[in-house]
């Protein structure tokens, strides 16, 4: 939740730049949450073990947190409500979204849009003007990751018998450059020097 806090020693024109900042952020913090609910119905209904959905818990402990807190500013109970409000919103967007699915996920036809909703999404929270840039690195971060972690998985028992591939193997890529500089030297002076 974004919280409006102008000191009134501001200028006018510093003012209205900070209101934007918030109303754009509460136009992302909307969308985000559309992502989330579409992510956790899909989830929901094509995964194949149980999936957790922790946005409403963590909005129930943002609930728990601000109850907690002194009232120092006398908005207390209002960010509560948005809290609540919020929490009302996401739990209803997610509800329809799994209805929505849920109607078409035995068919192939369904399978195919419902994916193509999720990349949908993606592209959406990507596009956003504060937060697209970050949600980004990080799925590219994810993805390089799970790429990475597949072919370390990659069988090479069938290479064990080959002592050069083994060598090769073993060599960094930098030593792998050096070394094809170094034949491709030899050749050259092979070819123009005889």
Partial sequence: MICKAVVSTQSTGEKKRLEILVTELKVEGITIQKVAAGFAAFLKIH?????????????DIQIEEEVKKDDLDGKRAARIAEW????????????IL?????????????????????KDLMEDAFKLK??????????????????QAYYAQ??????????????????S??????EKVKLGAEWTKKKVWG
Wanted: no cysteine; proline share 2%.
């Fill in 84 to 95: 609540k409000a919020y929490k009302g919103q996401y739990e209803e967007r997610k509800k």
């Fill in 47 to 59: 995964s194949i073990i149980p999936f957790n959905d922790a946005m409403g818990d963590y909005i």
């Fill in 154 to 171: 990659a069988p090479t028992k069938h290479l064990k018998g080959s002592s050069r591939i083994n060598e090769i193997n073993k060599k």
């Fill in 173 to 178: 890529l930098y030593e792998r450059g050096v």
């Fill in 98 to 118: 799994t209805n929505a699915m849920d109607t078409v996920k035995h068919s192939e036809e369904g399978r195919a849009h419902s994916s193509q909703q999720v």
């Fill in 130 to 147: 504060h937060y697209g840039k970050n949600i980004k690195d990080v799925y590219n971060k994810v993805a390089k990751a799970k790429e």
